[in-house]
């Protein structure tokens, strides 16, 4: 009787495991969610069905976006063979979301490589090229960044990028289209509930990539507010 029980026991573990491989289950986007937090009929939409696994995903808290939040300004190197590699004195993005660069002046016209990994460890390489004295967003999302690589232009007279964060963030699983992003639940920083759109959805100001895998959860994003992603994953 008792090896019975054990084997069971066994049983239910490996079954465990199983489904949590197949989901991509890893550190933050597996999680226990109480009624209270996703309200009523929460993650509308969320039905699976053939090649889909819905998927709850908490990124809790969330910094506000920032242009210098992973490294500080690099000086444009002169040249437009040139090129200045970057390893240190990098901070990670907070959470799983994409980068931008921003130039100081008009002259930031060059390409910005930025190196890193993918919430699951991948590496992956964007390349996101400079418009002048504004902000260019990416649109690949990064756990880590290890390295930046600033090309140089003809004469930059001193011009440089900062490396900052953007306000969308990334999916663990990829979705096919849009829609397969059903509910985003909210929390403030000092909030004490967690608050869902009437009738579920998006809240105000949110889009959705199936190109990218991101979500831009609200209109802005300021410090420490939290999400509930309800989305249904593409199995295969």
Known sequence: MMRSVWLWAALALLLIG????????????????????IGVGPGIGMVGGLGKLPVVQEMNPVA??????????ITIPTGVTAVTTVTTAITH???YRTVSITGSAAAALSAVDIEGTKWDGTRQTETITGTGAATVAGNLPFKTVTKIKVHGVATPGGATYTIGCTEKLG????????????????IAAAGVAWVVTAGGGLPTG???SATYDTVDPETTITADDGYLIYYNASAW
């Open 18 to 37: 199983a489904v949590a491989w197949a989901v991509g289950v890893s550190g933050p986007m597996f999680r226990w969610v109480t009624a209270t937090q």
């Open 64 to 73: 506000a976006a920032a242009a210098d939040s992973v490294h500080a300004a």
């Open 206 to 208: 949110a889009s959705v």
């Open 171 to 186: 999916l663990y699983r990829p979705i096919a289209a849009v829609g397969d992003v059903g509910q985003i639940d909210t």
């Open 93 to 95: 993005p907070d959470v």
